[in-house]
């Protein structure tokens, strides 16, 4: 396994080849970071590990908790990639941004806060404990936008007026109650309103469509897509971007599609799943939301609606011990539920189910 603190510390020559071992074990048995794995075995203290990745970086260290941490800083950094790069900002000077990092060896982390940003980024070298509490006091706490259904959303909610309970009854106008700007907090505001009221409203699925002139966000319900209230197309890149970030895709990669999941929690605790499919058109990345709503599924086939003959024609050849049982249809018609009940009827304790 290759830790580049360890290799470092390697090359300058601060430990022999059996403590870089025993560090590394510490590493991958107890997961704790190579500097704490240094730090706890007395091997290195803070202060020489700091010293050494100075020397190697060419780059400053800091003391956080002597650093004034501004309100305008903390705005330049999205606060998903300071919680998941456990970086902070230190200093701003035009066009150049200090970011402290727990890793500063980290170049895919710089390179991808330096593209979100559009700023130079110039890392500065500090206590990764201090920059992790610097994290939680400006950013708040790991997870906080993966748990929709937590005080984040629930705020999100009472700004707009609306009872957690009654997030069904959200109308298109109540996202106009959200002010879209530029700033990161505000463009996780509009998404997550967007969400709420699309989810709310029964949406199959979410589309953010760019065009030449503008931006469109439109919600499938029942089959019929309705258009959602929409931010400047100036703004679109941003939105885009959140989405991508939510959804553990790549920020800087534009010119191929990009799938992944979001999980959420809804004010009412129902789990939601939404499968993302990014896409690079002709004006823009156009984004699809495919929302599952895993609690919402009947896995009773009596229950959906099938005449009796088919209902029976369909669970006799769910019994047979092989064959091809082939569902089609249109997005949002019911195969993936078709799917679940049919293994939900043949399932019991003496079988074992494999979905690929």
Known sequence: ?????????????????????????????????????LVDLGYLDGDRIIQALCDHLGAESMDLNDALITPELVKLLPAELARQYKCVPVSHFEPTLQVAFADPLDPAAIDEIGFSTGLDIQVVVADPSQVVVAVKEHYGEDGADATAGGAAFDEILKEMG??????????????????????????????????????????SDIHFEPFENDFKIRARVDGALYELTSPPISLAPNVVGRIKVMADLKPDERRRPQDGRIPRIMPDGRKIDLRVSCLPTQFGESIVLRVLDREAIKLDLDALGFPDDMLTQIKEIATTPNGIFIVTGPTGCGKTTTLYSTLHEVNSIGDKILSV
Do not use: C, H, Y
């Open 162 to 203: 609306v009872d957690s309970a009654d997030e069904g009854k959200m109308e298109a106008e109540d996202i106009e109650q959200i002010d879209v700007s530029g700033d990161e907090r505000d463009i996780a505001a509009f998404v997550d309103a967007v969400l709420v009221t699309a989810i709310g409203d029964r949406a």
């Open 1 to 37: 396994m290759s830790i580049p603190l360890l290799s470092l510390i390697s090359e300058q020559n601060l430990l022999d080849e059996f403590q870089i071992e025993e560090a590394a074990g510490e590493v991958e048995t107890k997961g704790v970071t190579a500097f704490q794995a």
